[in-house]
């Protein structure tokens, strides 16, 4: 058996039970993943194998890697500074304030090194990112070895980062023309949300969208107070807007999504857009609970994100999906409720669909990245196991995952950080930062 792959360019992973997360949705029993060169080289029975250099799991379930479809990985920062306010007292009192007296490029960087650190150790490999200073989150995701696809932030505010939209546009597009040759470093455009991006700016970003095949990652209709503002503005619901400018479509992520009426919905229906539910984020704030089985018959793809430490106060998108779940179940008029397979599937190969990289990223078949957890069910938590799948997403939680690689690199190992020499660093440069703001 295999001790330590991190330094192995061939190498197999033995486990009890393995989720593709394929086309047909297969939970293989007793299989090896051959990894070479940082790829997926070959998924077979274990019996057949006759290979030296395996690591045997026991009794655990690899998947692919855990992507987080939403976060602001920066603002680690302000973790558990403002618990207990409503979304609109906590962006104007707290977060914003804060944001203005503080943020520089330094602190997002040591920021984003912790939120990379938790997202790993909670199973995460992918983490589609929208906040300030984009290059430093992008050099936290590299440094630690995190997969990112980072969004060009657009908002026609004056703030730390960028004084209007051709400033933000200038530095976003300067950010993504030096990260081009990043293997884990993919871009989106990220306009923060329809109260904060005017109709010209938003006209702008589908020009950049279409030249440039990139994907729209944007805050939508996550407060009742966003839909009122835009009723008296502009005369109709922020949905309706981006339709009539043209922004909606299969490229574009529309974030919470949480009040939604009928026109609302046969929008997302006629435009096939992607919805990302952060329901941690939304019960934290007091914003509301989607209607989450409406959603999942109207949009292209339904995907879960954690939002910000700020406002859920963990980056733990395996907790976010066993909450959808529940709040899906509290429909109760609903006759069927989602399989353990269509739920894993929202954090894995449909979370890699809409951010156009389920060709690298998403699922355990041959050629793909070696983005790969494996959660422990052998413990007390989760034991007996009769739906492996079903175990871990009730049952388990972040505390069960085992191993991480990227990319075939290991960077968790029997529940601890490998391969990262200045974790406690980064914890004191937080704290520093953290003693600057009290």
């Not at 987080?68 to 104007?92: C, P, Y």
Request: glycine letters at 4%; a negative charge; aromatic letters at 8%.
């Amino acid at each position: 058996m295999l001790e330590d792959s991190s330094n192995q360019t061939h190498f197999g992973i033995k486990a009890r039970w393995i989720y593709t997360a394929n086309d047909h949705q297969e939970l293989l029993h007793n299989h090896t993943v051959f990894i070479k060169n940082g790829s997926i080289d070959k998924v077979a029975p274990s019996a057949l194998s006759n290979q030296s250099n395996i690591i045997d799991l026991g009794e655990s379930i690899l998947t692919p890697g855990l992507i987080n479809m939403h976060t602001h990985s920066a603002m680690t920062f302000l973790k558990g500074i403002a618990d207990d306010q409503k979304l609109t007292d906590w962006l104007e009192q707290s977060i914003w304030p804060n944001e203005a007296k503080f943020l520089n490029h330094d602190l997002v960087f040591e920021a984003s090194q912790l939120a990379c650190l938790e997202m790993i150790s909670s199973g995460v490999t992918t983490f589609n990112d929208m906040y300030f200073y984009p290059e430093a989150t992008a050099k936290a995701a590299i440094k630690i070895g995190l997969r990112a696809n980072i969004g060009l932030l657009f908002i026609d505010l004056k703030t730390n980062y960028a004084s209007d939209f051709t400033d933000y546009f200038d530095k976003g597009f300067a950010f993504r023309d030096n990260f081009r040759d990043e293997s884990l470093i993919t871009t989106s455009l990220a306009p923060h949300a329809p109260y904060t991006v005017s109709d010209e700016s938003f006209k702008k970003i589908r020009t950049y969208a279409d030249q440039l095949g990139l994907n729209i990652h944007c805050h939508l209709h996550e407060t009742e107070w966003e839909i009122n503002e835009s009723l008296k503005k502009f005369g109709i619901r922020p949905i309706d807007r981006l339709h009539r400018l043209g922004i909606l479509g299969p490229d574009f992520m529309g974030v919470h999504c949480v009040h939604l009426n009928e026109s609302d919905l046969r929008l997302i229906d006629s435009n096939q857009i992607n919805i990302i539910s952060c329901p941690s984020s939304n019960l934290k704030l007091a914003s509301g609970i989607p209607p989450i089985n409406l959603m999942i018959d109207k949009a292209k793809f339904v995907t879960v994100g954690t939002d910000g430490s700020a406002s859920n106060n963990k980056l733990s998108v395996l907790d976010d999906l066993r909450l959808f779940s529940l709040l899906q179940r509290n429909d109760r008029n609903e006759p069927k409720f989602l399989k353990s397979e269509d739920l894993m599937d929202m954090v894995t190969i449909d979370a890699a669909k809409s951010l156009d990289l389920d060709s690298i990223i998403g699922s355990i078949e041959v050629g793909k990245k070696a983005d790969l957890v494996a959660f422990d069910l052998s413990n007390i938590f989760t034991q007996p196991v009769y739906d492996p799948l079903s175990s871990l997403i009730y049952s388990g939680s972040r505390d069960s995952v085992q191993h991480v690689w990227v990319d075939g690199q290991l960077k968790f190992k029997n529940k601890q950080l490998v391969n990262v020499d200045d974790a406690e660093s980064v914890i004191e440069k937080v704290k520093l930062w953290q003693n600057k703001i009290q």
